[in-house]
């Protein structure tokens, strides 16, 4: 992979289209992984009937989620198979060219691909991508070196009036307009000047991932979490030493430390603490590696320098870096507090979390129902 711009743009759950431009048999698996990465489920595609005829063909066909249509005229069959991949809550890759172009001039988007998405309500993301031409070129059968940028964009607006047959031309016309600026954007990101932001873009697409994935009592499952660390690896190829997505890499490690066997906590709490440090080298004041530092004094042993003392410095700097409203790092300095016999501070920290934390800030639900519990039994006592 090379540069990846907009994947925050991909729904997390839920059913959706995604209409790429199709240069390369390649391009299946640029979206496959990708999409995969985010949502954790399998996206489908439009396939050409005849890749399904002969045995061979049709078992990989199926293999990589093929859905066989006839180009002129969907059947009752595929109609079918793609209600049940909308009523599964997965993704629809369509390729509205048809066939495989020749990756310098989109062909004409086929209106026929947006009925789909008319017909189920589900938005329609576009996708640019460069280059899968030149790692897999058509009629070859082995891969060659290259990079491929991808660009996805938001969600088109659904077109208001007229008949379905009109308002899927029209969705096809802005969708290739779409696509085509979206090519343009991936090909300018191949000179690398937009790394440094793209790559704070692709951390704080894993920042939100995780804490969405996290079940009631803050962990994040293996699989989850083995998906997120490949998607971290795709951003930190094209820029490997950017702070923020190297603080998103520590994370998962001190995530994939909860779940590890006792033999190997140890050696994953060292190279936690290595990391964070290696990010705080870089960027003193970085909001995300002072938290992981806290954590690790919070919860490793003293005989490796752990001290509760530690834990509540470096969350404080994680408060002091933060923006208005992420108050993370003041509920882990609560936690603290209290573990270091603090409760006045503790009581302090929980109230500024109820305080300062949006109402409408879903991701912060458990953080507000510790802050509640813990003063509710602080009023007891």
Not at 128 to 147: H, S
Not at 303 to 329: C, M, Q, V, W, Y
């Amino acid at each position: 992979m090379g540069s990846i711009e907009g994947l925050e743009n991909v729904p997390t759950s839920g059913p959706f289209v995604l209409v790429p431009n199709h240069a390369s048999y390649f391009d299946h698996y640029v979206v496959e992984f990708l999409v995969n990465a985010v949502r954790g489920n399998p996206t489908w595609f439009l396939t050409k009937a005849e890749s399904f005829e002969r045995p061979v063909s049709r078992v990989w066909t199926e293999a990589w989620y093929g859905i066989p249509v006839d180009r002129d005229r969907p059947s009752p069959t595929t109609i079918r198979q793609v209600q049940r991949v909308f009523s599964d809550g997965h993704g629809l890759c369509v390729y509205p060219e048809g066939t495989r172009g020749d990756g310098i001039d989109l062909l004409p988007f086929k209106a026929g691909a947006f009925r789909f998405a008319l017909s189920a309500g589900v938005p329609v993301v576009p996708l640019g991508m460069v280059g899968t031409n030149t790692v897999l070129p058509r009629g070859a059968r082995r891969l060659r070196n290259g990079r491929v940028h991808v660009a996805f964009g938001q969600p088109l607006e659904e077109p208001s009036g007229g008949t379905k047959q009109e308002r899927s031309e029209q969705l096809a016309s802005a969708s290739r307009r779409a696509v085509g600026e979206l090519i343009a954007r991936a090909k300018a990101n191949a000179d690398g000047a937009r790394a440094d932001e793209l790559g704070a873009r692709g951390a704080a697409l894993v920042d939100a991932l995780i804490t969405d994935g996290f079940d009631a009592s803050g962990r994040l499952d293996g699989a989850a979490r083995r998906r997120l660390e490949y998607l971290t690896g795709l951003y930190r190829s094209t820029v490997p030493d950017h702070p923020d997505l190297n603080a998103q890499r520590v994370r998962l490690l001190g995530l994939r430390a909860l779940d590890a066997p006792l033999p190997l906590k140890l050696s994953y709490a060292l190279r936690v603490r290595s990391g964070a440090r290696d990010v705080l080298e870089r960027v003193p004041e970085h909001k995300d590696a002072h938290y992981l530092m806290g954590r690790w004094h919070l919860g490793s042993p003293g005989l490796l320098g752990a001290s509760k003392a530690a834990a509540i410095e470096h969350f404080a700097a994680s408060d002091a870096s933060s923006p208005s409203g992420d108050t993370r790092a003041v509920a882990a300095l609560a936690e603290a507090f209290a573990a270091a016999g603090r409760h006045r501070e503790a009581q302090e920290a929980h109230r500024r979390v109820l305080a300062e934390t949006p109402a409408d800030q879903v991701r912060a639900a458990r953080r507000l129902g510790r802050a509640k519990e813990y003063l509710a039994l602080e009023r007891v006592v």
